[in-house]
């Protein structure tokens, strides 16, 4: 995990293992009033285990926000988070969750704004050069229009929560690029992976004006991408909204991680 992060804030090294976290005894989220924002990478598409309730937001108990909060005692915690969501739906649909109590936020949110569905559709169905064509479309819009899109999100959460701490999480690269393996071209998957760091540059840079933690999965996922061989992503699947979104071991091993290291030390100093 690589945290971004305004020099104000102090934050320190998480104890991992297996994936999971060590607290010392002071320790303690009891204070914590948590809310999880976002898309289908926080809601949990693609991870199993749907609440009924949560309709096509396909909220999953594998979720990395149910796993962080299943892990702590904390005082509240408000999970919101769904699937399809874009800077517009998380501002006019999740803040509601948000108030002057709020002490923890975590986020994903960005990719549907840049068409990441639409992008993986032309993808796979189409040739390299319009994959190519859809790529670059796309990360023209990451880098021209998305950043005013996250920074208006981004203030109206602080304004919602002026006193909590935001943890913005990226995206994983999709793919390990090898010499053999069933599917797309390693031209469409290199290019994959390069709007996956054009992504993830532009939401560092964002969180990073509006005073948040950007924590970056691509180094938990490294090694576990599709055509790795100990995959934490779906590959195509049915019913197809799941694919291409981490698995129930992708969000234990991958996401978890990365909010526990953005947390770690935090906590310990509130415990």
Known sequence: MRLSRPCSAVFGAAVIAAGTFAWSGSASAAGTNYVALGDSYSSGTGAGNYDSASGSCNRSANAYPNLWAAAHTTASYKFVACSGATTTSVADGQLGALDSSTTLVSITVGGNDAGFSSVMQTCVLNSDSACLSAVDTAKSYMVNTLPGRLDSVYAKIRAKAPSARVVVLGYPRLYKIVSVCVGLSNT????????????????????????????????????????????????????????????????????????????????????
Do not use: M
């Open 188 to 271: 469409k998957r290199t290019a994959l992976n390069g709007a996956a760091d054009t992504l993830d540059g532009t939401i560092s840079s964002a969180s990073g004006r509006a005073g948040f933690t950007f924590s970056d999965v691509r180094d938990e996922f490294g090694g576990h991408e599709l055509c790795s061989g100990e995959d934490w992503l779906n590959s195509v699947t049915i019913p197809i909204g799941s694919s291409y979104h981490p698995t129930a071991k992708g969000h234990r091993l991958g996401y978890l991680p990365a909010l526990n290291g953005s947390t770690s030390l935090a906590l310990q100093k509130e415990g």
